[in-house]
């Protein structure tokens, strides 16, 4: 599925996801597991940002500045109306590039959409984009391939490589493991936790 054509079914639920997560406890523990791992303030990266919500108001509360990015046109209109104070681009993080390098980087319950072939290329991009210290924490399928699934009365495409090259691309790129869970047991919901050690 290709980034425009998954923005666009995104933007038909746009509204609704706002409805239902922005003021949501979905994923939230979790994210504050990671954020507790992270420097306080500096700048974070929210890949798949939706609308915005739960975690940026948490990020706001850690003194990070956040750049929101998001395929679907709907959701950064409403992600730039909740949080006018931040950045939020309508990209695809496949083919976005930016000099900036960030604290704390999320992707929850996005990434898992990308062409599979894309999926190691962006976990890399992911770990490039992290400061010395910096946390990344995303969530992905525990198994290998893709396959697509009805969700609002539309087709969805997922694909993960799995749990163990997800392990090891992000131990290839300098990332120390610090936790990662299948959260929603027994449904095939992983998310990890990773940090760039700084110097020593």
Same mark, same amino acid.
């Given at each position: 599925?290709?980034?425009?054509? %998954? ?5 038909? #639920?746009?509204?609704?996801?706002? *409805?239902?997560?922005?003021?949501? /406890? ?8 990671? #954020? /507790?791992? /992270? ?18 108001? !948490?990020?706001?509360?850690? /003194? ?5 990015? =998001? ?17 939020? #681009?309508?990209? *695809? !993080? ?8 960030? =604290?704390? !980087?999320?992707?929850? *319950?996005?990434?898992?959409? %990308? ?5 190691? @290329?962006? !976990?890399?991009?992911?770990?490039? %984009? ?6 990344? #924490? ?7 391939? =893709?396959?697509? =699934?009805?969700?609002? &009365? &539309? ?27 299948? *959260?929603?047991? @027994? ?14």
């Amino acid at each position: 599925m290709n980034p425009t054509e %998954l923005g666009t079914k995104y933007d038909k #639920i746009a509204q609704w996801w706002h *409805d239902r997560h922005h003021n949501s /406890a979905y994923g939230v523990s979790q994210f504050k597991r990671a #954020i /507790a791992m /992270a420097e306080k303030g500096g700048k974070a990266l929210d890949v798949g940002c939706g609308a915005g919500g739960r975690f940026v108001r !948490i990020l706001q509360e850690h /003194a990070f500045s956040v750049t929101g990015l =998001d395929v679907s046109k709907e959701m950064v209109h409403l992600a730039r109306k909740n949080h006018s104070e931040h950045q939020f #681009i309508h990209q *695809d !993080i496949c083919t976005w590039e930016t000099s900036e390098r960030f =604290d704390f !980087i999320v992707a929850w *319950d996005s990434i898992f959409h %990308l062409p599979l072939a894309m999926q190691k @290329p962006v !976990i890399s991009k992911l770990c490039s %984009l992290l400061t010395s210290g910096g946390v990344l #924490i995303y969530s992905f399928g525990d198994g290998e391939g =893709d396959h697509t =699934d009805t969700w609002h &009365d &539309d087709t969805f495409y997922y694909s993960s490589i799995g749990i163990e090259q997800n392990v090891q691309c992000l131990m290839e790129h300098g990332l120390a493991l610090r936790h990662l869970e299948l *959260d929603q047991y @027994p449904q095939n919901h992983v998310y990890v936790i990773a940090q760039r050690d700084p110097p020593k």
